[in-house]
């Protein structure tokens, strides 16, 4: 199975600030790679996909780089609603397999 | 718009069979270019996936190994939904269960269900 690992599991930060999660696949993963928010008692949201396209619907200041092992999930600046957990999750193989999460706090 | 209705019981007895349903509406159980998957979350686990049923001319079956001897995931054509059971539980199945539809175009779980806590409890 292919491990993502994000850092950082939990990240401090207020509305205004750009922030930056890294997503890390344990193999080339090429560009199949989705980032999903998760608001408490909520199912995951789809953010990005394919690494860098936008989802319908989802506000501009999310945005989504990277291929191969390496990608970034970037808010460019934070909004009162965008506290909340992040998870990447590779589409590349199956068993299809996400990040343990980035714990996004206000400050 | 792509709508998930789960539904099933929230507590399950230790060595009882889990089942839960999913109704799809918006879209077809039996679509060329979607797959119907499971997926659980827990504090110890995370975001798990269990499996999926899909069909390309026939149906097809794809289990997780960690449950693969105890997972079943059905289609209903009739009543446009599909179903997972899960056999011989554990506490450790205690865990909030999803469906999700995943987009073979774009290769992403674009729709969720609403989420079902089940619980594994004497």
């Known amino acids: 199975d292919i491990q993502m690992t994000q850092s950082p599991s939990s990240l401090s930060a207020s509305v205004g600030d750009r922030v930056t999660i890294t997503c890390r696949a344990s193999?080339?993963?090429?560009?199949?790679l989705n980032w999903y928010q998760q608001k408490p008692g909520q199912a995951p949201k789809l953010l990005i996909y394919?690494?860098?396209s936008l989802q319908s619907g989802v506000p501009s200041r999310f945005s989504g780089s990277g291929s191969g092992t390496d990608f970034t999930l970037t808010i460019s600046s934070l909004q009162a609603e965008d506290f909340a957990t992040y998870y990447c999750q590779q589409s590349y193989s199956t068993p299809q397999t996400f990040g343990q999460g980035t714990n996004l706090e206000i400050k | 718009q792509v709508q998930l209705q789960q539904s099933g019981p929230g507590l399950v007895k230790p060595s009882q069979t889990l089942s839960l349903t999913c109704a799809i509406s918006g879209d077809s159980v039996s679509s060329n270019s979607a797959a119907w998957n499971w997926i659980r979350q827990s504090p110890s686990r995370g975001l798990e996936w269990l499996g999926r049923t899909y069909y390309r001319s026939k149906w097809y079956y794809d289990y997780a190994v960690s449950v693969k001897s105890r997972i079943t995931i059905n289609p209903d054509t009739s009543k446009n939904q599909f179903s997972l059971q899960l056999n011989s539980v554990t506490p450790e199945d205690t865990a909030v269960y999803y469906c999700?539809?995943?987009?073979?175009?774009?290769?992403?779980?674009?729709?969720w269900g609403q989420g079902t806590l089940v619980s594994v409890s004497s």
């Open positions: 193999q080339s993963i090429t560009s199949y």
């Open positions: 999700t539809r995943f987009s073979e175009v774009a290769a992403n779980f674009d729709y």
């Open positions: 394919a690494a860098s």
